[in-house]
């Protein structure tokens, strides 16, 4: 009978140790989300995605054609809205927080964010992401061409194919 109280002593307090554990990673991944400011920064890539949205709906739709550039900047924004919510976003985000760091890390990286250096560089990192961004986008205009021809080798070679298969079918 003492060895069963033991047990379930045991499994009870490693039970509860486990709980306390996930509060407190909750916690300090809410901590480092708010001390890095990951708020500021999806609201800022949102309205770089509009932007470039926007952009991108200027140089398709025709000046004079104010209506349709306002229904479809008014479809933008709605798409925007519901597809990029900061709290869908947020819980997503503590759950990989909370999966990939443990307790210590969390207080840690936190800690780090508040520091004048932590905030430091959370200040600078939106430029430097959208620098990076450019830089990408100036790479992919280079390999675009590329790799458009190389899909349109791709498509005529399995025509081809094709073409040979129906030739061969008696």
Do not use: C
């Not at 509009?50 to 008014?74: C, F, H, V, W």
């Not at 919510?85 to 997503?92: I, P, R, S, V, Y």
């Not at 508040?114 to 560089?121: D, F, V």
């Amino acid at each position: 009978m003492k060895k069963i109280l033991t047990v379930l002593l045991l499994s009870f307090l490693s039970v509860t140790a486990q709980a306390s554990e996930q509060t407190g990673k909750t916690a300090a991944a809410k901590e480092v989300l708010e001390a890095s400011n990951a708020k500021a920064i999806f609201s800022e890539a949102r309205r770089q995605i509009e932007g470039m949205t926007d952009q991108a709906l200027t140089q398709t739709i025709p000046a004079d054609n104010k209506a349709m550039m306002e229904r479809y900047t008014s479809r933008v924004q709605t798409i925007l809205e519901e597809g990029l919510d900061w709290g869908a976003m947020e819980e997503q985000m503590l759950a990989i927080y909370q999966r990939t760091f443990s307790l210590q890390e969390l207080r840690d990286m936190a800690e780090f964010y508040q520091s004048e250096s932590g905030r430091a560089i959370m200040k600078k990192m939106p430029q430097v992401m959208a620098e990076s961004v450019q830089i990408s986008q100036r790479q992919m205009q280079h390999v675009m061409p590329s790799l458009q021809q190389m899909f349109s080798d791709m498509e005529a070679e399995l025509a081809q194919k094709d073409a040979q298969k129906g030739a061969q079918k008696p």
